[in-house]
Nanobody, 118 residues
Framework: QLQASGGGSVQAGGSLRLSCAASGRSFSSYVMGWFRQAPGKERESVALIGWSGLTYYTDSVKGRFIASRDSAKNTVHLLMNSLKPEDTAVYYC??????????????WGQGTLVTVSS
């Protein structure tokens, strides 16, 4: 089970930190991270981090978002800086295979809504 938290409303330029706690088993050897789905759009991979710390970010968030994980605690986080209205979406914590835009998701958490106002 993946339990996400930290979503909310913020003005453009602000920051939010999402957290996700996994339970039931260890995902220390898996890729963990975040997908998002904006209104009227398909889900997209946003930030993924492998067991070694290797990361993938979609182009639109590079330099603004930072993914991190604590494998011992089975948690993954997403620090989102310089938020833009186009970052508004439901963010999903995931466990997946591979780092990249077409990463196959094995487990989905419940979504947490991030709303960025201009």
């Amino acid at each position: 089970q993946l339990q996400a938290s930290g979503g909310g409303s913020v003005q453009a330029g602000g920051s939010l930190r999402l957290s996700c706690a996994a339970s039931g088993r260890s995902f220390s050897s898996y890729v963990m991270g975040w997908f998002r789905q904006a209104p009227g759009k398909e889900r997209e991979s946003v930030a993924l981090i492998g067991w070694s710390g290797l990361t993938y970010y979609t182009d639109s968030v590079k330099g603004r978002f930072i993914a991190s994980r604590d494998s011992a605690k089975n948690t993954v986080h997403l620090l989102m800086n310089s938020l833009k209205p186009e970052d508004t979406a439901v963010y999903y914590c995931v466990v997946s295979r591979g780092l990249g835009p077409r990463s196959v998701v094995d487990y989905w958490g419940q979504g947490t809504l991030v709303t960025v106002s201009s």
